[in-house]
């Protein structure tokens, strides 16, 4: 078996069917599908259970989130590669297949990308990828931008966990996704501390899935997905960067949190924001940091001079939609 297909579900039972059916048609038949339960209450594991009995079930005792249900499930794998999956997603015949042959191409990629696709407009990107800046904001690369726009495979900042392929093994050197943050990040966090070690991030364009985005938490903003993804935000810049360089990049990433307290208190969503950034500060504590290595400050370099560019991309980009 070369590939374990794990997929996250919570209360999801009505995209079961679109995405276990989506895998059955793969050209790339060589995996298994774990499915991880997160203690659902719509009846998601009795209609797992009738309907696909060849799907590996994991039962969580209680909603761990994102990040302890695709542990358990990458804990539980037998192939060597994980193909993370959100339950509100399809796939291409091809996908598999294709992220397959890509992260073999060299055992320094870490993850694979996909090409995902919104469901409801298949002309337009939903990520192609994570792209992360030095003021603390991630974005979804080529999020609502022609599909043809995204046809190079390219190295990238990091992949989005939603639909990505990733070398079991490397976990083993690096940790796996950290449950404190629960949900949101963790794909950057796990990425960016990949790249630390010297392994890097691949976008596949030929491996498409389709999107429909926000399956679980229900929409683009909301009080639960603010205040996570604010406090996530602080972890994984807290985690990541070592002292020096943290202390550089502080007045970037004061006035990336400023600007966007400013646009979520407009979406009256301010409460929630300030509410995520005073308890990231209150639990910091409980994070582990990742050990400063010598060996490894070239690597820290590079990608704080990634950080720039992505930020100077992101302000090109809004100069030119005005």
């Excluded at 990049?249 to 301010?270: D, E, I, M, Q, R």
């Amino acid at each position: 078996m070369k590939v374990s297909v794990i997929i996250p579900n919570y209360n999801g039972k009505h995209f079961i069917k679109g995405c276990v059916e989506s895998l059955q048609k793969q050209t790339f038949q060589d995996f298994e599908i774990i499915i991880v339960d997160n203690a659902s209450s719509d009846g998601s594991v009795e209609y797992i259970r009738e309907q696909y009995p060849f799907v590996r079930l994991i039962e969580m005792e209680t909603n761990t989130g994102f990040d302890g249900a695709v542990n358990a499930g990458i804990y539980a794998s037998k192939a060597p590669y994980v193909f993370l999956l959100n339950n509100d997603t399809e796939c291409e015949s091809t996908c598999i297949e294709e992220l397959y042959h890509a992260i073999k191409k060299s055992k320094k990629i870490f993850s694979v990308a996909s090409c995902m696709v919104q469901f409801h407009n298949k002309e337009l990107i939903d990520s192609a990828g994570d792209l992360y800046t030095v003021v603390g904001w991630a974005f979804n690369r080529g999020n609502g931008k022609p599909v043809k726009q995204y046809e190079k495979q390219e190295r990238i900042f990091t992949a989005c966990a939603g639909a990505a392929i990733y070398r079991k093994s490397i976990f083993e050197e690096i940790g796996y996704f950290d449950e404190k943050f629960f949900a949101y990040r963790e794909d950057i966090d796990i990425g960016y501390r990949a790249r630390i070690h010297g392994y890097y991030n691949v976008y596949c364009p030929e491996a498409k899935v389709y999107h429909l985005g926000s399956g679980t938490s229900g929409s683009k903003h909301n009080p639960f997905k603010v205040r996570l993804g604010v406090r996530n935000n602080v972890y994984l810049n807290y985690k990541n960067m070592p002292l020096p360089f943290l202390i550089l990049n502080s007045p970037f990433l004061l006035a990336g949190y400023l600007v966007k307290g400013v646009y979520f208190t407009k979406k009256h969503l301010g409460k929630e924001y300030f509410l995520g950034i005073k308890e990231a500060f209150a639990t910091l504590k409980t994070i582990e940091k990742e050990p400063f290595q010598w060996k490894y400050l070239g690597n820290h370099f590079v990608i704080q001079l990634e950080l720039y560019i992505n930020t100077w991309k992101i302000i090109r980009e809004k100069i030119k939609k005005k």
